[in-house]
Nanobody
C-alpha cells in the first residue's frame, strides 16, 4: 500500500485547510498523525474502514473532521479553526486501528501545515 498526502500549506489562525490522503491499494483503518519540530509524533484522528466510526485527539475534537471515500481510496482531514499550535507535518497512515503510531505499517510522506498567529 502506498499513501500520498497532500493539501498542506500556510494559513492564518482561525482559517481552514483540507488534507487528502490517496491510497494505492485497499486499506483498513486509517489515521492522521502529526509531528511538530522537536516533538514526538502524535495521534490526531482515525477512522474505521467503513467510515462509520471516528476518533479524535482531545486537542482537535470539535475542530477537525476525518472522513473517507472508499470508492476513491482517499481519506480526508478537514481542519477548521486552526491554531498556531496545530503547526506540524501531518502524516496519514494505514494499518491496525489504534492511537499508537507504532501500530501502523504504511505511511504517507507527510504534508506541512503552518498556522500563523
Amino acid at each position: 500500500v502506498q499513501l500520498q498526502a497532500s493539501g498542506g500549506g500556510l494559513v492564518q489562525a482561525g482559517g481552514s485547510l483540507r488534507l487528502s490522503c490517496a491510497a494505492s491499494g485497499r486499506t483498513y483503518a486509517m489515521a492522521w498523525f502529526r509531528q511538530a519540530p522537536g516533538k514526538e509524533r502524535e495521534f490526531v484522528a482515525r477512522i474505521s474502514w467503513s467510515g462509520g466510526s471516528t476518533w479524535y485527539a482531545t486537542s482537535v475534537k470539535g475542530r477537525f473532521t476525518i472522513s473517507r471515500d472508499n470508492a476513491k481510496n482517499t481519506v480526508y482531514l478537514q481542519m477548521d479553526s486552526l491554531k498556531p499550535e496545530d503547526t506540524a507535518v501531518y502524516y496519514c497512515a494505514a494499518g491496525r486501528a489504534s492511537d499508537d503510531y507504532r501500530e501502523y505499517n504504511y505511511w504517507g510522506q507527510g504534508t506541512l501545515v503552518t498556522v500563523s498567529s
